[in-house]
């Protein structure tokens, strides 16, 4: 079935163009509230948190009058990260949870996602099931059965302090100074404030969002600001989230960056040292480096691949029973605290390594030695197919052909920009440069 308005992380698009405008975001309300009012009538509830975009307050409000037009009552946490939405669904007893976020994207961009009241991102069945009753007439509550809206001033403090309860009892982050950038994004006053309350000497990045400056030059897709604090201030680590905290890149002590799959590769052999790694396996997608599958493999340990999307690697989680995984952009979901990629929680088991070994950041960023990888991303006009064309496809099947054996080429459209994004590994990085180039030029004369 064709996705009119759902990608791989919920609706997403540029604010006020469609589907991000306030009449879609009241139909989807509409639609969600009938979606999760099918077991009665009586109280039934969601909770809404958004990131600090200025297009938020806009969307917040159609959600609002769309879901409570159908007799959803609406609790309205504010800014809030994505995360700590799951935490909340669960914990207050929801029907259902939205996030009003674009996670890492401009500030001129928005999206919405859905999680269902057990915490997690709803189903692709549940989201073409909302989506097609957007496009329906709404099933509108008799005017004594509209819902009610109410703001929940303490939601973001709830979040704050179960973040705190995944950091080991009885350890404290004292005499550590750690730059935490917030990105101007969802985290600008619960992150500082759990490193604050552990201990930590906190130098904030990011914490003055204005409506229009998330993500911009600032948080985990421009790690280089945080990068710049920790070397400027001798601070030993960095933390560097995205705008709804949901992603993190860490940055070590000498300015060093390590992304998902370092990240990742330092808790799956954590945990599995001390039995804690269900399944012996860490779920990652296709993007995830070839270097982090052989660092496994030496330990016995396996890489579980889904496609690109934080919401796949919890569904094979779910599946399978495993509690690690993640995304080597820095979603990293660890199911026995959160329900989907949670950055400060993830920041906070980094810190965990640090405090228990004695040892610097420096020497627990770098696991293992990536694959030389190389990914480009080329943009795309409305209508446009580049990957349906022959001369296309034939780049890509030349491509595949060179690196049989010794690398692998990965040729995916993006679920939430209209980006093709071109991959490729190999251990000869002027083969692999070539390989790329010549996959990037064929998609841009096609687009």
Known sequence: ?????????????????????????????????RFFRRGGTDGHRVVIGKDTRLSGYMLENALTAGLTSTGMNVLLLGPVPTPAVGFLTRSMRADLGIMISASHNPADDNGIKFFGPDGFKLSDEAEAEIEAMAFADPDLAAPREIGRARRIEDGRGRYVEYAKTTFPQGQRLDGLKVVIDCANGAAYRAAPAVLWELGAEVIPLGVDPNGTNINDRVGSTYPETCAAAVLEHGA??????????????????????????????????????????RGGALVATVMSNLGLERYLGERGLRLERTAVGDRYVVERMRGQGFNLGGEQSGHIVMTDYATTGDGLIAGLQFLAAMADTQRPASELVRQFTPVPQLLRNVRYGAGADPLSTEAVRAEI???????????????????????????????????????????????????
Do not use: C, Y
């Open 236 to 277: 030993d680590l960095g933390i560097s989230l995205d705008g709804d905290a949901d992603r993190v890149m860490i940055v070590d002590e000498t300015g060093a960056v390590a992304d998902g799959d370092q990240i990742m590769a330092l808790l799956a052999g954590r945990w599995a040292s001390e039995g804690r790694l």
């Open 1 to 33: 079935m064709t996705r009119r308005l759902f990608g791989t992380d919920g609706v997403r698009g540029r604010a006020n163009t469609h589907p991000m405008t306030a009449e879609m975001a009241l139909r989807l309300g509409a639609a969600a509230g």
């Open 397 to 447: 099947a030349a491509a595949e052909t060179r690196l049989a054996g010794s690398g692998r080429v990965l040729i995916r459209k993006s679920g939430t920009e209209p980006l093709i994004r071109v991959m490729a590994e190999a251990e000869d990085e002027a083969t692999l440069r070539e390989v790329v180039d010549g996959i990037v030029a064929a998609v841009e004369r096609a687009a």
